[in-house]
């Protein structure tokens, strides 16, 4: 058994990919034990090609390819199924690792068993600081922000720009890098593979705080985050994140916290043209108008 499985998701952005891998190799000391599980989300022909030509195949490092794009949370849990770990890190493609973060994390880790998660301080491309780590979306969220939430109570809700050096509870930490307890991420049974992107971390540190376990940022640990390079943003992209977001308040918060946040989103929504394309998907959040229900199977000739 390893002390950290890296399951890194690969999709249509090979040259990030190598680059993370890289990164991981060269910044981890030799106190911990690791294996790298890269698993590519059904990229184009292409980018899948490039990405087997030139991966680092090693006994601890290997590629697996799902041949439909099940998002984030389903291709993570893919990775899953090829971990033997005490740890789990998932870490973007396109996060790396500034420092021997794994051994950081392992230790903070072993000394506090109550911590289910933990993640590093984030840096831009431009090494400048940038939040790790968010409050709850809730309906207070919604209507005052996030500065009157860190400012009426600034022991629940630490401020997030500003740059830690101690290590602080958060309600949930950037999706970028999750290094969670092996046994505390499937004691909540992992990623919820309906949800296809976004608000997955807020979803599974939700369930983790109902079975005792609390989330950390722990500053000592460093990475650089060139954020959302295989995404993108588009308008489908924005209407699959209120999706997730809507999924994710009723699922956690019941019904009525949902069907007060779907009217708040509307009535915002209708003195925004720029944003009535989202009009329908609030009202009416029609999960089958998921991006996840729109993938299709795709097999490669090896």
Same mark, same amino acid.
């Given at each position: 058994m390893y002390d950290i499985a890296v399951i890194i998701i690969n999709y249509n952005s090979t040259d990030y990919t190598l680059k993370c891998i890289? %990164?991981?190799?060269?910044?981890?000391?030799?106190? =911990?034990?690791y294996q790298i599980i890269v698993v590519d989300n059904c990229s184009a022909h292409e980018e899948y090609k490039k990405l087997k030509d030139n991966f680092p195949y090693r006994e601890h490092i290997s590629l697996h390819r799902s041949d439909i794009n099940t998002g984030f949370g389903g291709g993570n849990m893919h990775g899953v199924r090829f971990a033997n770990a005490e740890y789990l890190l998932f870490l973007n493609n396109d996060a790396m690792l500034l420092n021997d %973060?794994? +051994? +950081?994390?392992?230790?903070?880790?072993?000394?506090?068993?109550?911590v289910g998660v933990s993640t590093a301080q984030n840096f831009d491309e431009h090494h400048a600081f940038v939040p790790s780590f968010d409050h709850n979306k809730g309906f207070r969220r919604?209507?005052?922000?996030?500065?009157?939430? &860190?400012?009426?109570?600034?022991?629940?809700?630490?401020?997030?720009?500003? &740059?830690?050096?101690?290590?602080?509870q958060v309600d949930w930490v950037n999706g970028a890098f999750m290094f969670f307890r092996e046994e505390a991420f499937m004691g909540v049974g992992g990623f919820d593979t309906s949800i296809f992107l976004y608000y997955e971390e807020m979803d599974i540190c939700y369930r983790l705080l109902q079975?005792?376990?609390?989330?950390?940022?722990?500053?000592?640990?460093?990475?650089?985050?060139?954020?959302?390079?295989?995404?993108g943003k588009s308008k489908a992209i924005n209407?699959?994140?209120?999706?997730?977001?809507?999924? =994710?308040?009723?699922?956690?918060?019941?019904?009525?916290?949902?069907?007060?946040t779907k009217i708040y989103l509307a009535l915002v929504f209708l003195i925004k043209?720029?944003?009535?394309?989202l009009l329908p998907t609030v009202?009416?959040?029609?999960?089958?108008?998921?991006?996840?229900?729109?993938?299709?199977?795709?097999?490669?000739? &090896?």
């Open positions: 890289e %990164a991981v190799t060269e910044k981890t000391g030799p106190k =911990v034990s %973060a794994l +051994t +950081t994390l392992k230790d903070f880790m072993d000394a506090n068993p109550k919604l209507l005052f922000g996030r500065s009157f939430l &860190e400012k009426r109570n600034p022991k629940k809700y630490p401020k997030r720009k500003k &740059e830690y050096v101690s290590p602080v079975k005792g376990y609390t989330a950390m940022l722990v500053p000592e640990a460093k990475i650089l985050h060139y954020q959302g390079v295989s995404i209407k699959e994140g209120y999706l997730s977001y809507l999924y =994710v308040i009723r699922k956690n918060y019941g019904w009525g916290k949902y069907f007060l043209p720029k944003r009535w394309y009202l009416w959040t029609d999960r089958s108008n998921s991006l996840r229900a729109k993938q299709k199977t795709v097999v490669y000739e &090896e």
